[in-house]
Nanobody, 125 residues
Framework: VQLVESGGGSVQAGSSLRLSCAAS????????MAWYRQRPVKERDFVAG????????VYEKAVQGRSTISRDNSRNIVYLQIDSLKPEDTAVYFC???????????????????WGLGTLVTVSS
């Protein structure tokens, strides 16, 4: 599985961005998908995750209520919309795919099977 992120950029605080992740492969609809981010000199942190069917999602507390993760299994794409961006959202955002035995959401970095190369989001105040 190869993952390619897009949609990052430099924006003003309060703006919105929608990140996209295009996945190759034939079993996208059996992958738990997630977004992680890595701020400068910080570890890679979970942001949001979604199950196979797209019917369930979880969010990290700092983005809950202002972000939405979604997926289109017909196009092998997962999205992350973040609204009301803050300077502390500045990070490289990574798309991740995890093979799960059931229609669940993988959260831990250690569980991830595939990573994208990341897309940079810079939010200025």
């Amino acid at each position: 599985v190869q993952l390619v992120e897009s949609g990052g950029g430099s924006v003003q605080a309060g703006s919105s961005l929608r990140l996209s992740c295009a996945a190759s492969g034939h079993d996208f609809d059996q992958l738990s998908m997630a977004w992680y981010r890595q701020r400068p000199v910080k570890e890679r942190d979970f942001v949001a995750g979604i199950n196979w069917s797209g019917g369930d999602a979880v969010y990290e507390k700092a983005v809950q209520g202002r972000s939405t993760i979604s997926r289109d299994n017909s196009r092998n794409i997962v999205y992350l919309q973040i609204d009301s961006l803050k300077p502390e959202d500045t990070a490289v955002y990574f798309c991740a795919a995890t093979r799960t035995a059931s229609d669940s959401i993988a959260v831990l970095v250690s569980q991830v099977n595939y990573w994208g190369l990341g897309t940079l989001v810079t939010v200025s105040s």
